[in-house]
């Protein structure tokens, strides 16, 4: 694996060196997320394997290695080798009906390519799925988990107690991994996290336009990913990068799906593996996917002088978090803001929170005028990919609202 | 001028060929088969010859179904949920809501009241309630699939299959005939099972459906065992027009017809 992320790392440093001007913001993040990949894999950093909203400025600042374990089942979709991992936690017992990106994880450290951690940290939101993934890896490796219980709503008890937990989560890892929390170290990825956030509020803020800057794929992935670039000039650049670009396209006129007639939302997370879903709505419908429901920025800047409370009301702050109602609000607020005129809900399967919200998202929407088309997709598993029934209700889908339009 | 509008579906390839009036000149319904390409040609030379003219004749062409894409002469290509949406339009006035059973998978198309789409739903990638799935029951039942529609006569309701997924239920349909439960009753369970599961995604686009002006379209629809469960589940009348598998062909027809006349405007 660790050859695998060199080669990309080369592959994409080789086009810039040789064409600067392909350094596009894409590009750029790709680089560094492939760069973080090789990180995990290299062994000369210890690793903590997390739940998505664990606070990644602090093992940062401690120097650890830290990834959300959903990036793995990602990655291994995208290389399409995912299937042989699959596979291997279904013979280890793990049923077909569970959500492939954990199922692919478990499946990746039974057959031992996930890398040795020295903590792991769990985390209550999004889901419980990760949590058991979390336990698992504990069991294979033999290593103890710290559990961030993330609290449904933020009133000020709520938001102590899980500043208090993440305290208690620093000593953890501090005494699991030998290395200290260094304060100017923190004060410093503080920092680092709060310019990322606005650079990438501006960013956000800049996709808004109509048309938009920018096409489905730029921002694909992005905001939950970005969070672990939390605390680190990494983060900076590439956020520096997103927004420099889209300026100069704003001011240039740039459309980023030319001919933009459709805009759209999509929620949850992107199908991983190859597949042709967004080239097919911008080339036949011109239809762009202005907006993604993690790319958004729901927290406010971190006190210095206070941090573990800013942290925890970040994690807080994550519409996954508490009651679905939350969750619908920040939807229809999104599709306000971006001038939605439809969403995509993929329904990745095996997801049991996103089937249980399933019915009241798209109900919600519907109060605003937003019509909502619910797949039916493995977003990691291929083999459950039926292209030509997705086309058929995307193209439908797309017909409905150029329909509506004219 | 012609407009013609071929329907690739799953179980049959369906043409319908209109004048500049809208008026219905010729049809024609072939199985698919495995080779699409021969029969998207069976059809279009059916129509043609029942027309008495010929390919140059023709405007515009749209195809529709799974297989829109194989028709290489089309004009354009359109989802079945907009092309059965339109042909049924053209059948009757005032429709909320139409049923599509094709032959491996199903459809609710709610209307506006200018009878344009206002959403629809699909059933996810199970093949259950489907034409296949009739087509499986039929042969497990030793019956052909056009006579099962009539089958359900004088039957008391009296059976309910708890499983719709196609391999589940044969093996329960031979479970009901081993136990020596009547085949009517056996073919009314599998018409209230189909209608369960339709009436379920209906649902998703309108709770309230005993006040909706419904249809059917698709080859199921021509099942009057199956319109008749799916009438009673919804609790309002459904109207089944006269050739109810060309439903989707005879919208493509119509859209290749507007398209057309847009382009030249």
């Given amino acids: 694996m660790q050859q695998y992320f060199e080669n990309i790392i080369n592959g994409i440093e080789k086009t810039i060196r040789e064409d600067p001007a392909a350094a596009s913001p894409r590009k750029k993040f790709a680089l560094e997320i492939s760069k973080l990949g090789r990180d995990l894999y290299a062994g000369r950093r210890p690793v903590a394997w997390c739940g998505i909203v664990a606070p990644f400025e ?45 199922r692919s994880v478990l499946g990746a450290a039974e057959k031992g390519i996930m890398p040795k951690p020295e903590v792991l940290i769990g985390t209550t939101c999004p889901c419980t799925g990760g949590i058991a993934v979390i336990e698992n890896l504990a069991k294979i490796f033999n290593k103890e988990t710290f559990i961030l219980h993330i609290p449904q709503d933020e009133s000020s008890e709520n938001v102590r107690f899980l500043a208090g937990l993440i305290k208690d989560m620093v000593e953890f890892v501090e005494l699991r991994t030998g290395i200290k929390l260094n304060r100017n170290r923190f004060l410093e990825a503080i920092e680092n996290s709060n ?100 790319n958004s920025i729901t927290w406010q800047p971190i006190d210095p002088d206070d941090p573990y409370t800013g942290i925890a009301r970040r994690s807080l702050s994550i519409p996954f978090n508490g009651p679905v109602t939350r969750r619908i609000d920040h939807l229809k607020k999104l599709c306000e803001l971006y001038k939605v005129d439809g969403a995509i809900n993929p329904n990745n399967w095996g997801c049991r929170q ?36 997705i086309r058929t209700r995307l193209e439908a889908f797309m017909e409905m609202l150029e329909n509506k339009r004219s | 001028m012609y407009y013609l509008g071929i329907d690739i579906g799953s179980l049959s390839c369906d043409a319908v060929l209109i004048d500049h009036s809208e008026r219905i000149i010729a049809s024609s319904v072939v199985p698919t088969g ?29 195809s529709t179904g799974y297989g829109r894409n194989r028709v ?48 629809f739903a699909m059933n996810d990638k199970c093949a259950a309630g489907t034409g296949r799935f009739l087509e499986a029951m039929a042969r497990v039942l030793q019956v052909d699939i056009n006579e099962i ?103 493509a027809a119509l859209i290749a017809k507007e398209k057309s006349k847009k382009m030249s405007a």
């Fill in chain 1, 354 to 389: 996103g089937a249980g919200s399933r019915g009241l998202i798209e109900e919600g929407l519907k109060e605003i005028g937003v019509p909502v088309l619910n797949l039916e997709v493995d977003c990691i598993d291929s083999r459950n990919f039926a292209e030509g029934q």
């Fill in chain 2, 149 to 251: 529609s009539r089958l359900d006569a004088g039957a008391k309701g009296s059976v309910t299959l708890s499983s719709m997924c196609t391999v589940f239920a044969e093996s329960e349909v031979v479970s009901l005939i081993a136990e020596g439960i009547e085949v009517n009753e056996i073919v009314r369970g599998l018409n209230k099972a189909i209608a369960s599961r339709t009436v379920s995604m209906v649902k998703r686009l309108a709770r309230n459906t005993s006040e909706l002006s419904a249809a059917m379209s698709g080859g199921v629809a021509r099942n009057s065992g199956v319109v008749r469960a799916i009438s009673e589940a919804m609790g309002c009348g459904i109207f089944v027009p006269p050739e109810p598998d060309t439903i989707g062909a005879l919208g």
């Fill in chain 2, 72 to 119: 290489e002469k089309r004009d354009s290509a359109v989802t079945e949920i907009t092309c059965h949406g339109r042909g049924v339009m053209a059948q009757k006035d005032g429709i909320d809501l139409l049923i599509d059973i094709g032959g491996q998978d199903s459809k609710a198309i709610l209307f506006d009241e200018n009878g344009a789409i206002k959403d």
């Fill in chain 1, 195 to 294: 310019r990322m956030r606005n650079i990438l509020g501006e960013v956000y803020e800049m996709a808004r336009k109509v048309p938009s800057p920018f096409n489905g794929k730029e921002l694909n992935n992005f905001g939950i990913v970005m969070s672990l670039f939390l605390g680190t000039k990494r983060g900076i650049e590439i956020a520096e990068t997103y927004r420099r670009e889209f300026s100069r396209r704003i001011e240039s006129g740039h459309c980023g799906v030319p001919g933009e007639k459709i805009r759209l939302m999509w929620i949850q997370n992107r199908v991983q593996f190859k597949n042709s879903i967004v080239q097919m709505l911008e080339k036949e419908y011109n239809a762009a996917i202005v907006i993604d429901e993690l």
């Fill in chain 2, 34 to 62: 495995a080779r699409n390409r021969e029969a998207i040609e069976r059809v279009t030379e059916d129509v043609l010859r029942s027309a008495g003219i010929s390919h140059e004749d023709i405007t515009s062409i749209v």
């Fill in chain 1, 58 to 102: 602090i093992l940062n600042a401690m120097d650890i290695t830290s990834c959300f374990v959903e990036f793995i089942g990602a990655m291994l979709s995208s290389t399409g080798a995912v299937a042989t991992f699959l596979e291997g936690a279904e013979q280890s017992g793990f049923g077909t009906d569970g959500c492939s990106y954990h």
